[in-house]
């Protein structure tokens, strides 16, 4: 975490960076009850809600139908050397279904493999309302971020979930060179095809067939035009060159 970086802005980094979480239900053993933590896909909203779609036959589906209590640990260790120096999120709330075709096309996106389970009647998709966040990013970085406080701005949020299908159609169909050179030039990742999938406040989701990469805007963008403007600067800082206008 940069010193100049809200705990909020480090906090949703992590969580939209990650693709997998660990999930903490409460098992009901009998006459006891047992945390019981497991393996999901995980992709995010523009507010940065978490997204999971699971299966009601899971034992962590399951769990949710008796107590809708759950936590969700997001990680940003892989690859270091010792991973609890690296930042890590858990989040706390309220899991439940919910019925949305924009935030299932959303999921989708992230995790393309989940189209083959959409139309089964025994999968889900939930949301995960935060009611509370702890992040650890590093010695002494160690903050309680309460639920008004995690996500962007409402009405950012609220701009770009109506504006994404149509930034996502334009930037690939007529700067698909420009996605490319993201991957390249600003994430370090090769080969041709690269595409954006989704795009919020904080930044922009690319994949490549089985790849997925974030990249970060430099600041929270409100609306459309701050994301073009956002994506023309990226653009030249790619190439190296002053800013050009995307048309």
């Known amino acids: 975490m940069a010193a100049s970086e809200s705990p909020e802005r480090t ?19 009998g006459s006891e009850t047992w945390p ?6 995980v992709a995010f909203d523009t507010d940065a809600a978490p997204l999971l779609f699971l299966s009601d036959l899971a ?29 890590r999120v858990t989040v706390l709330g309220e899991i439940a279904p919910v019925a949305d075709e924009r935030l299932l096309e959303r999921y989708i996106a992230r995790h393309p493999t989940a189209a083959a389970y959409r139309g089964f009647a025994d999968f889900r998709l939930y ?7 702890h ?20 009405e950012a ?11 996502l159609a334009h930037m690939n169909r007529d700067h698909a060179d420009s996605v490319t050179l993201y991957a390249h030039r600003l994430l370090g990742l090769p080969g041709d095809g690269w595409r954006l999938t989704g795009v919020d406040p904080d930044g922009a989701d690319l994949r490549r067939e089985t790849v997925a990469a974030r990249l970060e805007f430099a600041a929270p963008v409100g609306n459309a035009d701050e994301v073009r403007r956002e994506f023309v600067r990226l ?9 050009e206008p995307l048309s």
């Open 11 to 29: 906090a949703r980094r992590v969580l939209r960076q990650a693709d997998r979480a660990t999930l903490a239900t409460a098992l009901a053993a």
């Open 36 to 41: 019981y933590a497991s393996l999901v896909l």
């Open 59 to 87: 034992e962590h589906a399951r769990n949710l139908k008796r107590e809708a209590r759950g936590s969700l640990l997001c990680d940003a260790t892989a690859g270091l050397a010792d991973p609890l120096t690296g930042a």
């Open 127 to 133: 949301r995960l309302a935060p009611r509370r966040a």
């Open 135 to 154: 992040l650890v990013a590093g010695f002494g970085r160690i903050h309680w971020i309460e639920a008004a406080a995690l996500p962007p701005a409402a």
């Open 157 to 167: 949020a609220a701009a770009l979930a109506a504006a994404e299908p149509g930034i």
């Open 235 to 243: 653009a030249a800082l790619a190439r190296g060159a002053a800013p």
